[in-house]
């Protein structure tokens, strides 16, 4: 049979299983689109700016860690899946530490002036 004529199939076969990387990559622009514009219109100034990127940040450590730990479960390798649950969980806290809002003055009123 003449390759051009070969029939298609319907849906391609699937890919071969990504590393962390393509999961990091794929969390870190779509949880970047969802920061970004939520509550606001866009982010413009640099506390903003660095919302979005500690959003965007957490979210490639996270989705990067579900999948390395999904894949583990999936070969039954219960340790691995641990593992890269925990070095999730620290990264997206680690994140959470290094790029948190500063946290207004107790002595700042609700206008933000110093009382």
């Not at 579900?66 to 925990?86: E, I």
Request: glycine share 10%.
């Amino acid at each position: 049979m003449n390759a051009r004529f070969a029939p298609r199939t319907a849906f391609p076969a699937p890919a071969r299983p990504r590393g962390a990387g393509g999961g990091f990559a794929q969390g870190f622009v779509t949880a970047g689109c969802l920061s970004a514009f939520q509550d606001r219109p866009s982010p413009q100034s640099p506390t903003d700016l660095r919302r979005v990127l500690r959003h965007a940040l957490q979210g490639g450590t996270a989705l990067a860690a579900g999948s390395q730990a999904a894949q583990a479960l999936r070969q039954r390798d219960y340790t691995r899946a641990l593992a890269a649950t925990v070095a999730g969980a620290a990264g997206v806290l680690l994140i959470e530490q290094l790029l948190r809002d500063a946290a207004p003055s107790e002595q700042e009123n609700s206008n933000g002036k110093k009382a």
